[in-house]
Each structure stands twice: as structure tokens, then as C-alpha cells.
């Protein structure tokens, strides 16, 4: 009996095909997978990172950003490196599964042997052009267009009028030595005993002592010290040509930060170091006290050059000053000099006004920027005796239409340099942070607010993969680097 063999042959020469093609298959699906895994685990890792943002920094000046030393004096990116290794290895594990060495074989068997941090952003990049930028973001949502509008419009006000520039105090001082060198007749200014109050000093004209902080400060060891002395980590991304940013909407806007987030006399945050945070930004003095001198003393200076405006513009009142100058120097037999007389009494009552005006202020009220004869308050009668009792009022305080002691503050920001500006508010967040438990090392300049990552991922059935991934808590600094999917920074590269 005859046998045949060639179904045999057929199957044994099809098989070998059907394995090859499973066996590819199979390496295809775990080539992909592989692919798509190291993708996964990069992106978890990335956001894992981004979610330990630091809480206190958050909590306290709705900031986001990774502090890289992570509670200890070392803030070095290395840190970050290794956390995203652990957060990477463990989502590449398979120990969480229930009986995975039973039920599971790891058909990838992927590793993160490198990380790198290629690229990042500290929250001081730029002199805090960063931090600035973040500032405005986390408060342009909650601020319309129209207090730009307005500390514009005042702004335009104190120029046009000249009272920044304008020193009352030293025109009258120059009156009054003319009138007092008057052909060496020793005569007295008419409003001398003024004078008098002021030489003791502004502020405790309008404030007692016992409402005064004394709270100071050490910056020695702050930001702002470090960044001068270029003692500060340095991102290497170029933020130097930003778009959309301009200068002076967004200085507003990081002033309107500034005010919402920091303490300032009236509005103290009692648990930080320095009290009159605000006046800190404004007058860089080291201690509460002397920071709301200068502040006080900013206000005196355009409170009396706005209210000089008005007398000097005012018929009615400049008539009457004019006419008790003349008395003045008719009674002392100098009438040649009437004028003089005539001018200091119109300092003099600017000056008085103006110490009504600062008590209203720091009391919360509000005074007009330019004042009419409805919002006068200081007759002249109480010039010559010195007399500043109607200047103590503060009844009216919450009655009056003007600006508030809050919106002479967001002129005096945005008149102050904003580099300074910038630095001092750092400086401000850097100290009160320290000042929480746990924090004593904080350093903003360890804080990323943007980072790219280059990680080498090995697996054990001989595959090498690269990937790059970048993430940041805004949007990227680098926008046209970013605008492309197809982009370098979303590469993944294996090797065999």
C-alpha cells in the first residue's frame, strides 16, 4: 500500500511562515507598547513633579512652582532628576498588581536608568521677570481694565500738574529766608510756628507713636542681595524677546498683586516679619517705621503741591491770603515785600491742608487727587498760631470722594523703579515663607516654574528609548517653540 506525504510538507513549511509572523507580530505589539508605555509613564512622571508644587508659596501668594531643593539648603536640580526617576520606576513596576509574579509576566520590562533636566525656568529668571509674569497671571483674571484706566488717568494727572516734581517744602523755605534776610531787618515768616510742627517730623504729625510698627528686617541673606552679588541659579531658557507684554497695563497689574497679597499699614499681616510690606517695596528702608516715614512724606509732597495748585488758582482764596500778606508787611512797614508774605501764606496753608488730607488717608478716607472749593477743608485763620486742629477731623473720613491711601500707593509703586520694585517683593515672599514651619532654607531662586527633561528608559529584551518632555504651570515662556506638535521637545528615540 502506496502513502503520501505531502500534506506533512505543506504544514511544516506553512507553520515556519505562521510563527515568523506571530513571532513579528509579537515584537511589533511589544515595540508600540514599549512606545506608548515610556509616553504614558514620561507624562505621569512630568505632572507628578508639577503637583508638588510648593504649598506654603501657593497658600500664601497663589504661586505655583517646584521648589528643587525640597525643604533642605541644597537647591540643585538633581533632586527633581531623581524624583521623576522614582515616579517613572514605579509606574513602569508591576509589584502594586496582586500576584504579579503568578498572574503577570512583564511583557515590556521597562527601567529609567537617566534622567536630565535639559532645560528650566527659576521663579527668578531674568531679574523676576518671571515671577512678575506669574504674579500678573495669577491675578489677571480678577481685575478688569478699569483700574489700569484709572492709575493711568492719575498718573497723567501728576505729571501734567508737576507734582511729582514740585517740592513745596523747599519754596517755602526759600520765601521764608528771603522774608528773614530782608535787608537785615529779622523779620519772621507768618506762618513760623508751622514750620515749627514740621520740623518735628511728618509722621508724628499725623499718626501717634504707639500705632507705629518698629519691626525690621534682614536682606543680607534675601533674594534681592543674592541676585546682585549673582549668587543665584540661572535657567537657560531665553525669555528676553516675550511677547504680550506690555509695560505698562502689566505693571499695573503686578502692582494690583503686589496690594492684594502683601500687608501694608491698616492692613497688616501681623504673622510676618515686616508689617508695612507694601511701604518695604516702596521705600526699601529696612524696619516698618522708616518705610512709612518715606511713604508719609511722598504723600505730604504731592498733597501740598496739589493743594498749592488749587490756592494759587483760586481767586477767592488767593485774594484773601493776598490781602492778609499785605497787612502782614504793612503792620511790620515792609509793604514792599507783600508778596512774599502773600506766597508763604499759601504754602503755609497748602502745608496745613495737606496734614488733613494724610490723617484722612491713613484714617481710610479718601481725598481728591485736585481739590475744589466743595472739597476744601483748612480756613486760613489758624495759619499764624499754627494751628492744626482742623486738621484732626476725621469724621468725614468715609464721606470723602477721592483717592484712598491703598490708590496713592499704586501711584507711588508705579513711580518707584521696577527693577527695585521686583526685587523687594521678593524679597518680601522670600523672608515670609521662611518664616513658616519647616521652611527655613526656602530660596525662590531654587523654585522652577518650567522644566524639560531628557530620560534614557532600558528594557530588558534589548530596546534603549529616549524621550524629552517639557511642562510648565503656564503657558511655555518659548510659545512659537511650542505651537508645533511635530516639535523636538515631544521626541521619543529608541534604539536596539
Excluded at 517646584?66 to 520606576?89: F, H, P, V, W
Excluded at 503568578?102 to 537617566?114: C, M, P, V
Excluded at 514651619?437 to 534614557?456: H, P, Y
Aim: overall charge negative; aromatic content about 10%; hydrophobic content about 40%.
Amino acid at each position: 500500500m502506496k502513502e503520501n506525504g505531502y500534506m506533512t510538507v505543506y504544514l511544516a513549511l506553512t507553520l515556519g511562515v505562521l510563527i515568523s509572523l506571530c513571532l513579528a507580530l509579537t515584537e511589533g505589539c511589544r515595540y508600540g507598547g514599549i512606545r506608548l508605555e515610556t509616553e504614558c509613564v514620561m507624562d505621569i512622571g512630568m505632572d507628578s513633579l508639577l503637583a508638588e508644587y510648593h504649598r506654603e508659596l501657593f497658600r500664601q501668594y497663589n504661586l505655583f512652582a517646584i521648589d528643587c531643593s525640597y525643604g533642605t539648603a541644597a537647591g540643585t536640580t538633581k533632586a527633581t532628576e531623581q524624583r521623576l526617576l522614582e515616579y517613572m520606576n514605579h509606574n513602569f513596576s508591576l509589584k502594586d498588581i496582586f500576584l504579579d509574579k503568578i498572574l503577570y509576566r512583564d511583557f515590556f520590562a521597562l527601567k529609567a536608568e537617566e534622567a536630565e533636566m535639559t532645560k528650566a525656568v527659576f521663579l527668578t529668571d531674568a531679574e523676576g521677570e518671571v515671577f512678575r509674569r506669574m504674579a500678573v497671571n495669577a491675578l489677571e483674571d480678577d481685575i478688569g481694565v478699569g483700574i489700569v484706566q484709572q492709575v493711568t488717568e492719575w498718573l497723567q494727572t501728576i505729571e501734567s500738574e508737576g507734582l511729582q516734581e514740585r517740592n513745596i517744602a523747599e519754596e517755602k523755605q526759600a520765601v521764608d529766608a528771603q522774608i528773614e534776610e530782608y535787608e537785615g531787618k529779622h523779620l519772621e515768616s507768618p506762618t513760623k510756628a508751622l514750620e515749627e510742627k514740621r520740623s518735628g517730623g511728618l509722621l508724628s504729625l499725623v499718626l501717634p507713636e504707639e500705632d507705629i510698627s518698629d519691626r525690621r528686617m534682614e536682606e543680607g541673606t534675601l533674594i534681592a542681595a543674592r541676585i546682585k552679588e549673582n549668587a543665584v541659579n540661572h535657567g537657560n531658557i531665553d525669555i528676553s524677546q516675550l511677547e504680550g507684554w506690555e509695560e505698562t497695563t502689566q505693571r499695573i497689574l503686578f502692582h494690583e498683586y503686589l496690594l492684594r497679597y502683601m500687608g501694608r499699614y491698616s492692613a497688616e499681616k501681623e504673622g510676618n516679619p515686616l508689617w508695612y510690606e507694601v511701604e518695604y517695596i516702596i521705600g526699601g528702608a529696612l524696619s516698618d517705621r522708616e518705610n512709612l516715614r518715606f511713604v508719609v512724606n511722598r504723600l505730604f509732597a504731592v498733597r501740598e503741591a496739589a493743594n498749592a495748585v488749587y490756592l494759587f488758582g483760586s481767586e477767592e482764596n488767593y485774594a484773601i491770603a493776598k490781602a492778609l500778606g499785605e497787612a502782614i508787611a504793612a503792620a511790620l512797614m515792609v509793604p514792599e515785600i507783600g508778596e512774599l508774605f502773600t506766597v508763604s501764606l499759601v504754602l503755609g496753608w497748602a502745608f496745613a491742608e495737606s496734614v488733613y488730607d494724610v490723617k484722612m488717608l491713613l484714617s481710610g478716607g479718601r481725598i481728591p487727587l485736585l481739590k475744589n472749593d466743595d472739597s476744601w477743608h483748612y480756613g486760613l485763620q489758624g495759619i499764624l498760631q499754627g494751628d492744626l486742629a482742623e486738621a484732626s477731623d476725621s469724621e468725614e473720613a468715609s464721606k470723602t470722594e477721592g483717592m484712598s491711601y491703598e490708590d496713592y500707593l499704586r501711584v507711588f509703586l508705579f513711580l518707584t523703579d521696577s527693577r527695585e520694585v521686583t526685587f523687594r517683593a521678593m524679597n518680601v515672599v522670600e523672608q515670609n515663607i521662611r518664616n513658616t514651619e519647616g521652611n527655613s532654607a526656602f530660596r525662590l531662586d531654587a523654585c522652577l516654574t518650567e522644566i524639560e527633561m531628557n530620560v534614557k528608559v532600558q528594557s530588558r529584551y534589548g530596546y534603549e528609548v529616549e524621550i524629552r518632555r517639557r511642562k510648565s504651570y503656564t503657558e511655555s515662556l518659548e510659545a512659537e517653540a511650542f505651537a508645533a506638535q511635530s516639535s523636538p521637545y515631544r521626541r521619543i528615540k529608541f534604539e536596539i
